[in-house]
């Protein structure tokens, strides 16, 4: 992938994805002739990132500032100190971003786009670099941090997609009161595929692969991943159309439900009276639910071993029932409720979805996969 600035002028998002999709077209005999998903095969892959405050243009200067700070950690300072990172803007929302690896003697290119208070960051660079390079610099970034949504969400989207199936997915299960975890990786999977690994292993999909037809034919094989990645690894020639709209579509619907889940829209607001009282207003709290067991007497021990005594977290105890945390990474403070075996999430004053997140995902990744999300909010306290 060779992106001049040339390229990318006076075009739309639209029209840039277009050129984009055109990197993975395929005829129809290829397309029949492609037995196995995945592999080192060149993808479009569209991440998807919460963004509060970084703007389009500020790249350069934010990673020189990055490179200087004290605050700066080890890993993000080497990753810099080992990269050149150059953004050249095309417009108010798009810019491109090249992230040149002298060692490896090569340049990755990056596309990034302002979207509706998210940041959209394509490529059809493979995977490997991809990791190595964009996936860090989104790591070490100051305000923005990738989407996160529960297995229902990722499972409701590919349902609501016309046209589409489900041909494959990754599914993992993890629990602390139990010995055993398990992933399973499924190619050529159907839907009620899904089903049965949940019932047989608890096993909830991280990443769904589906194909979509341009009647009758498969003509876009695609996936999304809980973590905010989606691809599109394969169109068929004549569907690019679709296609495009098939990346914006799930794009914009990932963003819904990153927001029905995560965005704090009440949070808590301490008001002092006349009286010398005091009342607040506002009210957000995200559930997790219904894991795969019925107690969990040791709950916050778990907790606190598992999650808290990590450098990100400090926590301090109210009673039996309640944790006070504090996300040393945002900079934010947050209530975590005990009501075994569930964990509920209380917005405070400053806290946004960006801690609420990233605690989620913390415990469905590292904890315990069998949660289910919810979230719950009032603009009154009740």
Avoid at 30 to 47: H, I, M, N, Q, S
């Amino acid at each position: 992938m060779d992106i001049s600035l040339d390229n990318l002028t006076d075009k739309d998002k639209e029209e840039i994805i277009h050129d984009l999709v055109e990197h993975v077209v395929k005829t129809e005999e290829e397309v029949e002739e492609k037995e196995t998903r995945g592999g080192k095969t060149t993808d479009l892959k569209l991440y998807l990132l919460d963004n509060q405050g970084f703007e389009i243009g500020q790249l350069n200067p934010t990673i020189e500032f990055l490179s200087s700070s004290d605050n700066t950690g080890k890993n993000a300072k080497s990753f810099i100190a080992d990269h050149v990172i150059d953004e050249n803007q095309v417009s108010e929302d798009i810019s491109l971003v090249k992230i040149s690896t002298p060692s490896a003697n090569r340049t990755d290119d990056f596309i990034f786009i302002q979207n509706n208070g998210y940041l959209w960051i394509l490529t059809t660079e493979r995977k490997e670099w991809a990791k190595k390079t964009v996936e860090n610099l989104i790591k070490y970034l100051p305000d923005v941090e990738r989407l996160y949504l529960s297995s229902e969400a990722l499972e409701d989207m590919v349902e609501d997609l016309d046209d589409a199936y489900v041909s494959g997915f990754t599914a993992k299960y993890h629990s602390p009161n139990r010995t055993r975890d398990a992933t399973l990786v499924f190619h050529g999977a159907e839907e009620n595929d899904l089903d049965k690994a949940e019932e047989a292993f608890q096993a909830r999909p991280t990443r769904i692969e589906f194909d979509q037809t341009n009647s009758p034919a498969a003509a876009i094989q695609g996936s999304q991943a809980n973590d905010g990645e989606l691809s599109i690894e394969s169109v068929k020639d004549g569907s690019e159309a679709k296609a495009v709209a098939t990346l914006i579509g799930l794009s914009e619907e990932f963003q819904n439900k990153d927001r029905e889940t995560f965005e704090v829209e009440y949070p808590a607001e301490r008001t002092v009276l006349e009286d010398g009282g005091f009342s607040v207003n506002g009210f957000t709290a995200i559930e997790l639910t219904d894991p795969d067991r019925d107690s969990a007497p040791n709950l916050a021990a778990e907790l606190q071993e598992e999650i808290l005594s990590s450098n990100q977290y400090d926590m301090g105890r109210w009673g039996e029932d309640t944790i006070f945390v504090h996300d040393s990474e945002h900079q934010e403070i947050f209530e975590v409720g005990l009501e075994p075996p569930d964990i509920i999430l209380y917005a405070r004053e400053s806290t946004s979805a960006l801690s609420l997140r990233s605690f989620c995902q913390n415990i469905i990744d590292e904890f315990d996969s069998t949660y289910s999300v919810q979230k719950r909010q009032n603009r009154i306290a009740g």
